[in-house]
Structures are given as structure tokens and as C-alpha cells.
């Protein structure tokens, strides 16, 4: 069975630092895969998503990135943090065909101080 | 841009009522999904409609698509506080890639 990986949990970083939290998912091969932040009380907004290796497509301007460095691995980024950063991550993926639904990781929160 | 909007925004009701909680979009849906999410855990898939009219049920909980496709509700029965959480639906973004816009969510608790 399929089964997809958050780390760090939580995290509480300063204004300024860098940031990296990654995704894995195992059980399956060539998934779609996608970067979520979802702020208090709002709804999820996709930030990334990602069709294979080293192909990444960003859906809104930010001070985020992402890589995909294999297959099934799955990297947000950050070389600064800002406060509005703040909120909570969610990885996803999908098998890669249309109208399949995405199954989502645990999540990391992230606080900036 | 397509938008969906949820209603209610938040929801309380004692055990065993039934509720239901209604998803709307501004453009035809052609993918519907409902998750429910327990706060600050990952999101849980409950159920995906795609043809107008269809209708599905796991244990409790009833999803509908209507026939024009711009609206989706969620009914649960004899709710229980198993069910309290957020519920969130989301709808395919054309384009492919699976792509998902989300409502806000509707937060519900029940009480025993």
C-alpha cells in the first residue's frame, strides 16, 4: 500500500533563517506530486506541483521553492523566511492521469517567529 | 478564476441529528472531492462525484453532484462525534495534473 512522509512535524523557525521540509511517498512509482499551505481558518492553496524529476511548476509568486530531486521525493524550500510564511504544509500525490484523487501526508507546521 | 465556496462555515449539532453541508462552484465542476480533515493532521479522502446526478454513500456519510454540476452536498446521518472534524471539498482545475482548488472548509463538532 501507498504511504506518504512529512518531516519535520512542527517546526518554529526566525524571520530570515532558511527552511527546508521534505515529502516522501513509497508504495507507488512516477506520481503526481503537490505542495499545499493551508492558513488558519482558510482553505488550502497549491503552491507547487510536480509531474516527474526536476519538473516543478509554481502556482503562485512567493518567497517559496520547490525540487524534485527523485521520483518520489518531494523538497519546499525557503533561503528566507518570512512571517507571512507561516502556516501549515501539506504534501499530496496522485496517480498521474486525470480526475484522481490526491492523498494527502500529515502535515508540517510551521511558525516564524 | 474558478472559486468554490462552503456553507455553513461552521457547524454544531448533538449526537445523532443530521446535517448537511453544501459546496458551490462558479464554474461547472467536472471532478468533485470531499476530504475531511482532523485539526493539524493531513486531509483524509472520503469521496470523488463526477457526473451530474451521481451520488455516494460510505457508511454514514452521503455526497451528491447536481445535475447542472456547480453543486455538491454532503449529508451525514445520525451523526456521531467520530465525525466532528473539518470537512473540505475540492474541485479539478482544468488543465490537467490533477490540479485541486479547495473551499474554505466547514468546521463541525458534535456533541454527545
Known amino acids: 500500500s501507498q504511504t506518504i512522509h512529512q518531516w519535520p512535524a512542527t517546526l518554529v523557525q526566525p524571520v530570515g533563517s532558511p527552511l527546508s521540509l521534505e515529502c516522501t511517498v513509497e508504495?507507488?512509482?512516477?506520481?503526481?506530486l503537490y505542495w499545499y499551505r493551508q492558513a488558519a481558518g482558510r482553505g488550502l492553496q497549491l503552491l507547487f506541483y510536480s509531474v516527474g524529476i526536476g519538473q516543478i511548476s509554481s502556482e503562485v509568486p512567493q518567497n517559496l521553492s520547490a525540487s524534485r530531486p527523485q521520483d518520489r521525493q518531494f523538497i519546499l524550500s525557503s533561503k528566507k523566511l518570512l512571517l507571512s510564511d507561516s502556516g501549515f504544509y501539506l504534501c499530496?500525490?496522485?496517480?498521474?492521469?486525470?480526475?484522481?484523487?490526491?492523498?494527502f501526508g500529515p502535515g508540517t507546521r510551521l511558525t516564524v517567529t | 478564476s474558478q472559486e468554490l465556496e462552503q456553507s455553513p462555515q461552521s457547524l454544531i449539532v448533538q449526537e445523532g441529528k443530521n446535517l448537511t453541508i453544501n459546496c458551490t462552484s462558479s464554474k461547472t465542476l467536472y471532478g468533485l472531492y470531499w476530504y475531511k480533515q482532523k485539526y493539524g493532521e493531513g486531509l483524509i479522502f472520503l469521496m470523488m462525484?463526477?457526473?451530474?446526478?451521481e451520488e455516494k454513500s460510505h457508511e454514514k456519510i452521503t455526497a451528491k453532484l447536481d445535475e447542472k454540476k456547480q453543486q455538491s452536498s454532503l449529508h451525514i446521518t445520525a451523526s456521531q462525534p467520530s465525525h466532528a472534524g473539518i470537512y473540505l471539498c475540492g474541485a479539478d482545475i482544468p488543465g490537467g495534473y490533477n490540479k485541486l482548488i479547495f473551499g474554505a472548509g466547514t468546521r463541525l463538532a458534535v456533541h454527545p
Open positions: 499530496a500525490w496522485s496517480v498521474r492521469r486525470l480526475r484522481f484523487e490526491q492523498y
Open positions: 508504495g507507488t512509482s512516477n506520481p503526481n
Open positions: 462525484l463526477q457526473k451530474g446526478g
